[in-house]
């Protein structure tokens, strides 16, 4: 893989975690840190949490993982009994400090904070119209400012208006939560392509990116925030105040794959539960003489199994993966990913040599990294190599919050499956195809976005976009 969790390495960035805690009478900052640690697979770069206390907003962003970028004594200056936070892969704009979420700015309507997930398609054009028309200035790079600035000064007498003002000027992907110095509002775009769910703790409220977020803090999951959905929480608890839904929805199916942790719900499927199955699909489609079955860890550790299950091929641990280095595939910079590609996994000869070995991995992407670790299973001694792999090839760019921008960039977009065999050297390989991909989701096609293995977007897009195209301009 490359992508994910787990990965081997290489691969897919998602575009940031983000958690929204209503709690009076809670510590909300300590909650959303805890929050946003379990969503840390989601960005590493830079880590953010503003607070509000009734009248005024506080928050303290630095870079790096969510441990580096808090201490004890900034937990403590970010008073209130509301909170947002944010972990950032930069998806728009560098991976710079003044880049970190959540933004802050004083808008027509007072102070408001901002954290998103995702990625603004018409950023350019909005950020061009906002600064000559609106008289807007712009401290960053990215994307998320555009939205911030578009909804601090949106026309209309109260937020659900101006939320459908939002909704009808941006095009693209964006979870939301946003922070006003008495109020929670959480957006989901009308695709609803990144996913965001509520929870209820203790007379409080949480949002978050992910369900695994809401087990940590001890809030009970209460359902998906809907696509188009804006949801304002105050002391009169959540109230939805736009309902933008345009009768379909683009869920990215990668984050079954890949992006989302196994012990979240997605749409209320498990995604553990939906990689054992791709592992068990695989099998079925790309059935393979074998004395052993490993996953890349740990991402495709669940449909290793799946695929150990479904073959009767044992399962083992073929690869240790050193569990203090970050996913590679999150380090935004190329050289630094394939560095860490090699300190990540060391093999176990004692599992691999003179075995005809299954590899699982729960994607491809750039191929930067799958043939360094096939030829770190050689160097143990593994007889034979058979790649199999949990997504159909990657052939398309991810205009909504995934790092892969370009066609040229991804292996497998202009070549055969044959080739990319030869390119990685596995003796052989085996991606799922995409209708076993959803029997494996167990949903219909309709309602996710697979854009990046069909070249079908859920809107029109530009096909290359230029990650720095803010910072150009
Ligand atoms: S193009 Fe791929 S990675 Fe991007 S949202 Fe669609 S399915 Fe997800």
Known sequence: MEANGGKVAEPLQEACGIVGVFAPQEDVARLAFFGLFSLQHRGQESAGIATADGQHIFSHTAMGLVPQAFHEFDLQRLPGSIAIGHTRYSTTGSSLAKNAQPLVTNGAHGAVALGHNGNVINAAELRKELSLEWGCSFATSTDSEVILQLLANAPGVDWGQRVAYLMRRVQGAYCLVVLTPDSLIAIRDPLGVRPLCLGKLNGGWVVASESCALDHIGAQFVRDIAPGEALLINQEGPKTIHNGNEGRSALCVFEFIYFARPDSRLDGRSTYAARVEMGRQLAREHPVEADVVIGIPDSATAA??????????????????????????????????????????????????????????????????????????????????????????????????????????????????????????????????????????????????????????????????????????
């Open 304 to 473: 290793a199994a799946g695929y150990s299950q479904e073959s009767g091929i044992p399962y083992r641990e073929g690869l240790v993966k050193n569990r203090y280095v970050g996913r590679t595939f999150i380090a935004p910079d190329q050289r630094i990913r394939e560095l860490g590609v090699r300190i990540k996994y060391n093999p176990l000869p004692e599992v691999l040599a003179g075995q005809r070995v299954v590899v699982v991995d729960d994607s491809i992407v750039r191929g930067t990294t799958t043939p360094h670790v096939v030829e770190m299973l050689r160097r143990a001694g593994t007889k034979e190599i058979h790649l199999r792999v949990c997504a159909p090839p990657i052939k398309w760019p991810c205009h909504f919050g995934v790092d892969m921008a370009t066609r040229r960039e991804l292996l497998a977009a202009n070549r055969t499956v044959e080739e990319v065999r030869r390119f990685v050297g596995a003796d052989s390989l085996g991606y799922l195809s995409l209708e076993g991909l959803y029997k494996a989701v167990g949903k219909p096609r309709e309602g996710f976005c697979d854009a990046c293995f069909s070249g079908r977007y859920p809107i029109e897009v530009q096909l290359e976009m230029d990650k720095l195209a803010l910072e150009h301009s």
